[in-house]
């Protein structure tokens, strides 16, 4: 199927142009919210997925009675053998025993290798219900279902799946493409605020690190976006999905340019790592690890303070933290030390050397030192003195 094909989605779908492994998005209002009026759309979806087998859908306990059982019914109406597998809500169980209970569920079901696990839910199941389809039967097709604003503008596209290891973040996982992604404004009515904000940071994200005319877009219309307007909220998930596909399509595997979309992720998976995951919200881990890159960036003088200081106003706006928590040097490095950018032990950041402009770098410790140790925090930004 083709960016053209007549499917009833709010908007056109985008492409992720990665050759025999390319699909679709779809930014569509109510397939999962009210599934028995959008039978047709998922007739077609599967059929462009190549679905031939049974359904495993992976979703979590909050979500089962909400979306997840109506949608059950409804596939099962289609004509596919269903396997619903209901796991624990939580970042804290991101891990092995999660990947664990759905390949049990799926081996108890007998599914085959043309079985297609459906994602349904935020980042969490998604990352996880990927990861379990990549290595069930060494990879059977999945389909992402994002019902958090995070899942439909980040980690439901671009095919990075796995789960968190109790000495670091997202350590243990694999690229596993999926064959395409159905996302529902609608589901975002539900969604806490909380949420809802973790997921405007990785919106933020995107404008900061790479559109600067995005990011001027997003100060304009962040009124509209916090009571959810549904025109707002169609543009800033289509130009985030946007970005995100047109660097995944030309580095896949991020052996370069891919690295540009953890701007403020080396920060923020220290943060949800030593707090123990759950505690502070991916999103929010992001929004103050951006930050503390674009402070390390001033400090570099690669970029003006008053572009920090339009992002910090920017994330306060959307009701995000913008201070670090009280780590130590030595915890802050212990926790960054893990991550996947490192080379040869050392530390790569992604710095923004203008709005909506980004690159990946090594920096000297006595500049990282600076920015982990400020205090107050609140005078992050003030104190990066640009050279
Ligand atoms: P999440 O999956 O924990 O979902 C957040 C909460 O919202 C959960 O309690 C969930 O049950 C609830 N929820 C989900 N949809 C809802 C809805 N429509 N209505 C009401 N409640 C709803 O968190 P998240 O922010 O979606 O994802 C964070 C995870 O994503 C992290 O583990 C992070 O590492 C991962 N991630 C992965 C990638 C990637 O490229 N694979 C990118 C960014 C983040
Ligand atoms: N969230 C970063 C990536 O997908 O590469």
């Known amino acids: 199927m083709t960016p053209d094909s007549p499917m009833p989605s709010t908007d056109r779908p985008l492409l992720v142009a990665l050759g025999d492994r390319s699909y679709l998005i779809h930014i569509a209002d109510g397939p999962v919210s009210g599934p028995p009026s959008h039978a047709a759309f998922w007739s077609a979806l599967f059929a462009e997925c190549g679905t031939v ?12 009675p909400r979306y997840g059982e109506a949608l059950c019914r409804l596939f099962t109406k289609l004509g596919y053998r269903v396997v619903p597998i209901v796991v624990p809500d939580g970042e804290r169980f991101k891990n092995a025993e ?49 019902t958090t604003l995070l899942a439909q503008v980040d980690s439901s596209v671009g095919g990075k799946t796995g789960i968190n290891h109790p000495l670091g973040k997202n350590m243990i996982g694999a690229f596993h493409q999926p064959r395409g992604v159905v996302v529902d404004l609608s589901t975002l009515d539900t969604l806490p605020a909380r949420e809802y904000a973790a997921g405007l940071a990785e919106v933020i994200k995107y404008g900061a690190s790479l559109d600067a005319t995005f990011f001027t877009w997003l100060e304009d219309a962040m009124p509209r976006l916090l009571m959810r307007d549904r025109g707002a909220l169609t543009h800033a998930i289509r130009r985030s999905c946007e970005l995100k596909a047109e660097i995944v399509g030309s580095d896949e595997r991020e052996s ?19 707090s123990g995951y759950g505690s502070w919200l991916h999103g929010e881990a992001v929004a103050v690890g951006m930050v503390m890159a674009a402070a390390l960036s001033a400090k570099l003088g690669l970029v003006e303070q008053s572009v920090c200081r339009r992002l910090v106003a920017l994330l306060a706006t959307a009701g995000l933290p913008v201070e670090p928590p009280r780590l130590s040097v030595e915890e802050w490095r212990r926790w960054m030390s893990t991550d996947k950018k490192a080379e040869r032990g050392r530390l790569r950041f992604v710095l923004i050397d203008g709005l909506g402009s980004s690159r990946v770098s090594q920096v000297d410790d006595a500049d990282l030192d600076a920015v982990l140790s400020a205090r107050p925090e609140s005078s992050l930004v003030d104190q990066a003195v640009v050279v």
């Open 53 to 64: 087998g049974d359904l495993a859908v992976v979703t979590n306990d909050t979500l089962a």
């Open 98 to 146: 999660m990947l664990d209970t759905i390949h049990d569920a799926m081996l108890e079901a007998r599914l085959d290798r043309t079985a297609t696990v459906v994602a349904l839910g935020g980042g969490v199941v998604g990352d996880v219900a990927g990861f379990a389809a990549a290595t069930y039967q060494r990879g059977v097709r999945f389909i992402q279902v994002p």
């Open 256 to 274: 370069g340019r891919r690295a540009l979309l953890n701007f403020g992720h080396t920060f923020g998976h220290a943060i949800e790592g030593a």
